[in-house]
Nanobody
Framework: QEHLVESGGDSVQGGGSLRLSCALN????????LAWFRQVPGKGREGVAV????????IYADSVQGRFTISQNNAKSTLYLQMNNLGPEDTAMYFC????????????????????WGQGTQVTVSS
């Protein structure tokens, strides 16, 4: 049974940086895609970044392209999201997600394709 745990959320000023971490406890290596999503109250989850488990492919939302980087450690036990040049529009609850195997959904950052989720970590950016 997988158990995803996010950490690293904080309150920062605009222009600052944060690195989110997600412990991928029990996630089988055979599950193809990992991702970060974010959500603000009253809206659906937005796929921020997705990568395949081999780390060969990463896809980003246009809104974060060039500012955010998704990565994992060599042991494939932790997923990261490096966030630079943060702005108030990045304020949200951030979730890591795993166990996505339908490539069309995974690469399309569709939350319905992901079967495992963490509890979220809050990022707040002030102007």
């Amino acid at each position: 049974q997988e158990h995803l745990v996010e950490s690293g959320g904080d309150s920062v000023q605009g222009g600052g940086s944060l690195r989110l971490s997600c412990a991928l406890n029990g996630v089988p290596w055979s599950q193809d895609y990992l991702a970060w999503f974010r959500q603000v109250p009253g809206k659906g989850r937005e796929g921020v970044a997705v990568m395949d488990l081999d780390g060969d492919e990463a896809i980003y939302a246009d809104s974060v392209q060039g500012r955010f980087t998704i990565s994992q450690n060599n042991a494939k036990s932790t997923l990261y999201l490096q966030m630079n040049n943060l702005g108030p529009e990045d304020t949200a609850m951030y979730f890591c997600a795993a166990r996505c195997r339908a490539a069309r959904l995974c690469r399309g950052r569709d939350p319905s394709g992901f079967r495992s989720w963490g509890q979220g970590t809050q990022v707040t950016v002030s102007s």
